[in-house]
């Protein structure tokens, strides 16, 4: 397990195996993407490691723990521990050792939020607000929900939605989405952009917008679509 881990470099690390990180760990695993659990409750850990996840059994607020995990080889972080006070020790202790980490912290109470922020998380949910959100959406748009469902997790219909990078060297850097003629080349749907300069989203955007080196593309497509369309984005 330990050899495992420290060959990992990339990866996703993932504190608390409760209700929230076991779907957090299902989602990733299901995503094909590189993670390892750190979980102190022994019962837990065992159940994690019999799915076959790898893992670390520890104090995620510990400095050591983290690193255990490959914490600085790490691309992200999620803090799914069982208090709020947890997370933002585990958040506060992940940016020291890695300041290029993304972290996607649980927040219950509303003045604990500042508080993440200030110790380097980068994105805060509440699973409470996020659940009561969505249940009044169901009933208010339930067609909506059900396509925005199938897109993102690539459902019966074939489509899903990605997210792609404009690398340094790509055949798309300082080109317009028409010129390109990406919907024409690869099947895939560009439905907005993230520009690299500001963070500004352009939604909708059409034949005219311009793309550089470091812009994210969201897209809408099937899997053949969309490696067609990473293929351009790459730079390589």
Do not use: W
Request: proline letters at 2%.
């Amino acid at each position: 397990m330990d050899l495992r881990i420290r060959k990992l470099s990339g990866h996703i690390v993932v504190c608390g195996y409760g209700r929230v990180g076991e779907v957090v760990c299902e989602t990733l695993e299901e995503a094909g993407a590189d993670f390892v659990l750190v979980e102190r409750d022994h019962q837990r850990y065992a159940a994690a490691v019999e799915k076959g996840y790898l893992a670390v059994e520890g104090d995620a607020t510990l400095s050591k723990t983290l690193e255990d995990a490959g914490i600085k080889r790490a691309r992200g972080l999620v803090c799914a521990l069982d208090s709020d006070a947890n997370n933002l020790l585990a958040s506060l202790t992940a940016r020291f050792l890695n300041r290029d980490l993304v972290i996607v912290a649980r927040c219950v109470s509303p003045e604990s939020v500042e508080k993440m922020r200030f110790a380097g998380a980068d994105k805060i949910i509440s699973p409470y607000t996020l659940s009561g959100k969505r249940m009044a959406n169901f009933l208010l748009k339930p067609v909506v929900c059900d396509y925005l469902d199938l897109v993102a997790h690539g459902g019966e219909t074939g489509y899903r939605m990605e997210e792609l990078v404009v690398e340094e060297g790509s055949v798309l850097a300082v080109k317009s989405i028409g010129e390109m003629e990406i919907k024409a080349r690869t099947g895939a749907l560009i439905v907005a952009v993230r520009k690299a300069a500001d963070g500004s989203f352009e939604t909708n955007p059409d034949r005219n917008t311009r793309l550089e080196a470091g812009d994210l593309l969201i897209a809408l497509g099937k899997e053949r679509d969309l490696t067609l369309l990473e293929e351009l984005a790459s730079g390589s």
